[in-house]
């Protein structure tokens, strides 16, 4: 139980106000469907902290700082870029193309490729020794946390004009990647 405790709160802890966090409530913006959108979240998690934590100490003990940066820089402003996109299609044609459940599987995936929680990840695993305890409890700590963002985004957009809130999710994800760029251009990390 400790090494689920652990990496729950850990993950928990550290994806508040974190780019998946925010791409969490984009998504429930965008979509206004929370339960796809959750279990879009759980597939790609079980898929990005299983392989975390199994091959991920190879990966970031062999790409460099760097270039995890400039590629983290990339992700965040074209995520900005994708959010300040406006929605003019309705639902249904909308969702017929991808869905909700599907854009987050892959989107989520991705933003989590070098992230500190899949990097933590890592490290839990090689703490607790168990693949399988630190990936359900880093994977609960991301439904948490996320989980929060995309109810309340789902109630915003129902309450609050779907312009102001593309426009403040993209000054968030144009924030993050200039944080990495100026990473990227230091050097690492």
Do not use: C, Y
Not at 78 to 98: C, M, Q, S, V, Y
């Amino acid at each position: 139980m400790e090494a689920i405790i652990s990496s729950f709160l850990l993950v928990a802890a550290s994806e508040m106000g974190d780019k998946t966090q925010l791409l969490a409530f984009s998504l429930a913006t965008r979509f206004r469907r929370p339960w796809p959108i959750l279990g879009g979240i759980l597939v790609a998690t079980l898929a990005n902290h299983a392989l975390a934590s199994s091959v991920g100490a190879w990966v970031s003990a062999r790409v460099p700082p760097q270039i995890l940066a400039g590629v983290l820089a990339a992700t965040f402003i074209g995520f900005g870029l994708w959010t300040l996109r406006p929605d003019t299609l309705d639902e249904a044609e909308r969702t017929d193309r991808f869905g909700p459940f599907l854009t987050t599987v892959v989107l989520f995936f991705l933003a989590e490729m070098g992230d500190k929680t899949q990097l933590a990840t890592v490290a839990l695993a090689a703490r607790f020794g168990s693949v399988v305890l630190v990936t359900t409890g880093t994977t609960l700590g991301m439904l948490a946390s996320d989980g929060l963002a995309v109810f309340l985004g789902e109630k915003l957009a129902a309450r609050v004009g779907s312009k102001g809130i593309r426009w403040a999710a993209a000054a968030l994800f144009f924030a993050f990647g200039l944080v990495s760029l100026w990473a990227a251009i230091r050097g690492g990390t």
